[in-house]
C-alpha cells in the first residue's frame, strides 16, 4: 500500500509536467491544425534559461555574502521562470513568424518539415553552445512531508511535488477561462472553427495565433522550470522524449482540449511510475504508448476531445 501511494503522488507530479507541455501542442493544434514538433525543444530550452538564471541569482548571492535560505531560493525559482517565459515567448514569436506563417497556405506537409527542421536546430544550438554533457543545479526545495512513517516503507510528498501539481491546476483553470471568456479566447475559437470566415468577421488572425504561440511557450517555460526544480538536471535531449509524451498526452487527452491534455498528461504520469514500480522500467514507454493505442481505437478522438465536424 506504501509503495502504491508513493507511486500515485509520482506519477501525479510527473503528468503534471507533461499536462503543461501538453497545453501548448493542443493549442497551437486546435487553431491552425498543425503540430508544432518543436514545442519539445522550446521547453528543454526554457529548461535551459531557468537552470543559467538560477546559476546566475545563486553566484550573485554568493558574492554578494548572503546565505542561500528557502526564502531565496523560493525568490530566485520565481526570477527564473519568469526569465524562462519571457524568452522563450519571445522565441517561439519568432519561429511562427519565421518558420511557420509563410508555409501556413502551403500543402499541408511543408509546416510540418519546417516543424522537424526547427525542432533539429534548436537541440543543436543548445548542444553547441551549452554542451553534450548533462547539467546539474544545487538541490532545490528538499524538505518533504512524511505522510506515512513505516518501518518497510515511508510515503513522502515533497515541497517542489506540491508546488508543481498547484501550479499545474492554477494555470490550467486560468488558461480555461482565458480560452472561454475573454475576447482573445473568443478570436481563438473563432480561428479554430473558421480562419477565413473570422478575419472576414474582423478579427485580426495572424495576431491570434502568435499570442497562442506565445501562450504555449509560456506554458512549455513553467513545464522547464518544475522539471529543472524536480529533478536537478537537464541535457540538450531532454527535449525530445518529454514533447513526445507529452504529445501523445494531447492526443490521449483530446487534441483541442485543455482539460483533456492535462487528464492526458497525468495518465501517461501515472502508467510510467506504476510500470516502473511494478513491472520493469525498461518498458514504462512501450506501456505508455499500448494504452494510447487501445484508447484510440475505440474513442479515435480521444478522451475529452469532440467528435471532428467535416465542413461541407
Not at 519571445?90 to 519565421?98: D, F, G, P, Q, V
Not at 506563417?101 to 548542444?127: C, D, E, H, K, T
Request: aromatic share 10%; with cysteine; net charge neutral.
Amino acid at each position: 500500500m506504501e509503495v502504491f501511494l508513493q507511486q500515485l503522488i509520482n506519477g501525479i507530479t510527473l503528468g503534471s509536467i507533461y499536462g503543461l507541455i501538453a497545453i501548448g501542442y493542443t493549442m497551437v493544434f486546435g487553431i491552425i491544425g498543425m503540430v508544432n514538433f518543436a514545442h519539445g525543444d522550446v521547453f528543454m530550452l526554457s529548461a535551459f534559461v531557468a537552470l543559467i538564471t538560477f546559476l546566475i541569482i545563486t553566484s550573485a548571492l554568493a558574492a554578494l555574502g548572503i546565505v542561500a535560505s528557502s526564502v531565496w531560493i523560493i525568490i530566485a525559482l520565481l526570477l527564473c521562470l519568469v526569465a524562462a517565459m519571457v524568452i522563450t515567448s519571445l522565441w517561439n514569436w519568432a519561429i511562427e513568424r519565421i518558420a511557420y506563417r509563410p508555409l501556413r497556405g502551403s500543402f499541408r506537409l511543408a509546416p510540418l518539415i519546417s516543424a522537424i527542421g526547427m525542432s533539429i536546430f534548436l537541440s543543436n544550438f543548445v548542444q553547441v553552445t551549452q554542451g553534450p554533457r548533462n547539467k546539474a543545479t544545487p538541490p532545490m526545495l528538499t524538505e518533504n512531508i512524511t505522510l506515512i512513517n513505516s518501518p518497510v516503507y515511508n510515503v513522502n510528498l515533497s515541497y517542489k511535488q506540491i508546488a508543481i501539481v498547484l501550479v499545474t491546476v492554477v494555470l490550467l483553470a486560468a488558461f480555461w477561462y482565458l480560452v472561454q471568456k475573454t475576447p482573445l479566447g473568443r478570436a481563438q475559437r473563432a480561428c479554430e472553427q473558421d480562419r477565413k470566415m473570422a478575419a472576414l468577421l474582423g478579427v485580426d488572425v495572424d495576431r491570434t495565433i502568435s499570442l497562442t504561440f506565445v501562450m504555449g511557450a509560456a506554458l512549455a517555460a513553467v513545464a522547464g522550470t518544475m522539471y529543472l526544480l524536480y529533478y536537478g538536471v537537464v541535457s540538450f535531449s531532454d527535449g525530445f522524449t518529454p514533447g513526445v509524451k507529452a504529445f501523445t498526452a494531447a492526443v490521449l487527452g483530446g487534441i483541442g482540449s485543455l482539460p483533456g491534455a492535462v487528464l492526458g498528461g497525468l495518465l501517461i504520469g501515472l502508467i510510467e511510475t506504476f510500470w516502473s514500480a511494478y513491472f520493469t522500467i525498461d518498458y514504462k514507454d512501450v506501456a505508455a504508448f499500448s494504452i494510447l493505442v487501445v484508447v484510440l481505437i475505440f474513442m479515435p478522438q480521444g478522451i475529452l476531445g469532440k467528435p471532428e465536424v467535416e465542413k461541407v
